[in-house]
């Protein structure tokens, strides 16, 4: 949503009188017995708890700011191929993704990478990424393919962590100054730090350990080294590939969502942007200012249920003037530019690197934070793109730079440029203008979670102050931290709390289980 300053007192004021108001919300409670929801965002978690509030028996709108829906799990043509714009993949770590995707139709779309396995680029080049435990950190430090990522010397630093005492790193506040004291600099560098950038778009100096990696610590002291740790972690996800899309992209999820949406009667507005929140005292009813974002015309909404499905410092200005204290501050997540290349290359048929190359930091040759060859690693992306054509996608961003200094301040030409020199370095073969066939770059900002140390807490602190409201929730990948499987889950039982509470003051909700709801 736009950065726009709270005037949701001025514009009640010009708005109905508070009569005028109250009459009409009493005809409306009388003619409906429903309840009204509206949520605030139209990304996966938006379009999750709309999705929840209706089947519950609640009347929703949902409220985008952009003329699309899904967020990061959204889609874009490129060299008339209809590619994922975000998300390509989800965690099978859990089942909640795959069940909620069968739930959708689409549980026989559902495919895994092709076993080519993925690459490093380090200071000194390409190379196969070694077997590791979770987050790039290793859990087995005698693997003895750990030499060319770290050599041997940081291979000897990595085993010490067999020997430490399991209270080493135990007050560590960030994933990085944990994995440096227990194995030393070159696995940070070379393994952790790629990994984790490539999900977070931060260094690990920057992560909060437990926000990062749940239970990695109770692992840690359980086990009595990281190495062990690590391994469990690994030994408990299910057998297989840890990733899984969709035939036709990740955005296929999202439009089933949005087909259900509509199917249920959720009235679903997009091209406008909320720009104040406010709440009827004597009722307890929301009220929402939106704008168009071409013509500005101003439209209030009310509800009796709000969804705020936005990022952080969004949610922040909105709801801020109506908790008792002062809510703490949600910082944004870091910026992140996808470039997505189609490029006629033969010489890519044989996969030289892979499904594609995560970048160390120390790696100063090339300038993406991550490579994926999305026609290696997806069979059906290969099926449609045709013998000698293929898809490369490249991330930049990397962690702890400041964006309007980094290649995400590049214009869109520039970045294509530059993709295909570093595609070139990374992959090693020549990709150039006379290659291309089309092209095209996504930014992100605030899609991301920024899990600097204390996020955690400070997220648990502003629900709690939020749910002084009662009627409020809050959801998205800023309070749930990143990838499908939480954010799903921690919309899940937000939702489920919000319904269980209008069941007990409406006819016709329909309450989750208790469990869920508490």
Known sequence: MGNHDNQAHRYTAQGQSSTARLAARAAHRANDKAPTAIVIGGGPSGLIAARRLAAAG?????????????????????????????????????????????????????????????????????????????????????????????????????????????????????????????????????????VVSGVYSTHPDKLDVDATIPGLRAAL???????????????????GSQVAGIVGGMNQLSERLVEELYEAGVRIVTNFDVIAVDRDESTGQWFIIQRHTT??????????????????????????????????????????????????????????????????????????????????????????????????????????????FSEVALADEQLITLALRDATRMMDVALTRSNLVDADVVRWRGVLPASTPGHRDRVKEFRERASELGTLSTVGSWAAGSGLVV?????????????????QDWEGVTSPKVATAK
């Open 58 to 194: 609640l009347r929703v709108t949902l409220l985008e700011q952009r003329p699309h829906l899904g967020g990061a799990v959204g889609a874009h043509e490129v060299g008339g191929l209809l590619l994922d714009s975000g998300a390509e993949s989800f965690a099978t770590r859990s089942p909640i993704v795959r069940e909620l995707v069968e739930e959708l139709g689409l549980g026989d779309q559902i495919v895994t990478p092709n076993s080519y396995g993925s690459w490093l680029y380090l200071p000194q080049g390409a190379c196969r990424t070694p077997s590791t435990g979770i987050m790039g950190i290793p859990g087995n430090v005698s693997d003895k393919s750990l030499i060319p990522v770290i050599g041997k010397s940081g291979l000897r630093r990595a085993q010490l962590d067999r020997l430490l005492p399991a209270s080493v790193g135990e007050k560590a506040k960030t994933l990085g100054e944990l994995v440096r004291l227990r194995m030393g600099q070159k696995v940070l560098d070379n393994l952790v730090a790629p």
């Open 221 to 239: 002291r359980k086990h009595g080294s990281l190495s062990a740790a690590a391994a469990a972690f690994r030994s408990a996800a299910p057998a």
């Open 295 to 404: 013509d500005g015309e101003n439209t209030p909404l009310y509800a009796d249920y709000l969804v705020l499905a936005t990022d952080g410092p969004t949610v922040a200005r909105l709801i801020g003037p109506h908790v008792s204290t002062a809510l703490p501050a949600m910082e944004p997540g870091p910026e992140v530019a996808l470039v997505t290349l189609v490029v006629d290359a033969p010489a890519l048929d044989k996969h030289p690197r892979g499904t594609g190359l995560l970048v160390s930091e120390e790696a100063t040759a090339v300038r993406a934070k991550a490579l994926t060859h999305a026609t290696a690693k997806w069979q059906w992306v290969a099926d449609a793109a045709g013998p000698g054509r293929h898809v490369v996608r490249l991330s930049y961003g990397r962690g702890g730079e400041d964006a309007r």
């Open 487 to 503: 954010t799903v889950k921690d919309t899940y039982e937000q939702m489920d709390r919000l319904i269980y509470h209008a069941a």
